[in-house]
T-cell receptor
Framework: NAGVTQTPKFQVLKTGQSMTLQCAQDMNHEYMSWYRQDPGMGLRLIHYSVGAGITDQGEVPNGYNVSRSTTEDFPLRLLSAAPSQTSVYFC???????????????FGQGTRLTVV | KNQVEQSPQSLIILEGKNCTLQCNYTVSPFSNLRWYKQDTGRGPVSLTIMTFSENTKSNGRYTATLDADTKQSSLHITASQLSDSASYICVVSGNNDMRFGAGTRLTVKP
């Protein structure tokens, strides 16, 4: 049971470098989202997608881009990494939007990113 | 201002004891409330999900309660085990999004 798969698990970047965090799900879920988790804070929404070809910004979108060319994949791109982007990133997917009744949301294992 | 507040921030209990974690929220409109367990270095895993019409839901030794009038929820863990050591996160949904609490860090000691 693959569920939600994130790669890589760990990454160190230099300031100004760019990279893509990969997220794939095999549950045919329409809704996918990216979050960052910082110490002492709840997860914060970066970007989300309600289906292939549709993306929208969340609470903290600056410095990140996303695309959704297929139902399965939802990559997150860091355009020019900054130390403030040091965080743990989680991808999540669900059959429908999180507000739908009894919609289960599944999370990947996370990517720990350090920007030096 | 965080719309989901959890208490306590951290808790240490002895194996076999019970404990209760609290969640207060101001998210509006309200659709559902979830409790997640997050082991160190792992992603959150769902424990329960409740809509506004549900007062309680159980998942094994985990029982969640919801009072939609006072906007409070609790997670009760019965007969704790060492494997219960984790962060427990309360998540409240409105329409399209999820609002996360900062979590309660539970440590179960032998």
């Amino acid at each position: 049971n693959a569920g939600v798969t994130q790669t890589p698990k760990f990454q160190v970047l230099k300031t100004g470098q760019s990279m893509t965090l990969q997220c794939a799900q095999d549950m045919n879920h329409e809704y996918m989202s990216w979050y960052r988790q910082d110490p002492g804070m709840g997860l914060r929404l970066i970007h989300y997608s309600v289906g292939a070809g549709i993306t929208d910004q969340g609470e903290v979108p600056n410095g990140y881009n996303v695309s959704r060319s297929t139902t399965e994949d939802f990559p997150l791109r860091l355009l020019s990494a900054a130390p403030s982007q040091t965080s743990v990133y989680f991808c999540a997917s669900s059959y429908s939007t999180p507000g739908a009744m009894n919609t289960e949301a599944f999370f990947g294992q996370g990517t720990r990113l350090t920007v030096v | 201002k965080n719309q989901v507040e959890q208490s306590p921030q951290s808790l240490i209990i002895l194996e076999g004891k019970n404990c209760t974690l609290q969640c207060n929220y101001t998210v509006s409109p309200f659709s559902n409330l979830r409790w997640y367990k997050q082991d160190t270095g792992r992603g959150p895993v769902s424990l329960t999900i409740m809509t506004f019409s549900e007062n309680t839901k159980s998942n094994g030794r985990y029982t969640a309660t919801l009072d939609a009038d006072t906007k409070q929820s609790s997670l009760h863990i019965t007969a704790s085990q060492l494997s219960d050591s984790a962060s427990y996160i309360c998540v409240v949904s409105g329409n399209n999004d999820m609002r996360f609490g900062a979590g309660t860090r539970l440590t179960v000691k032998p």
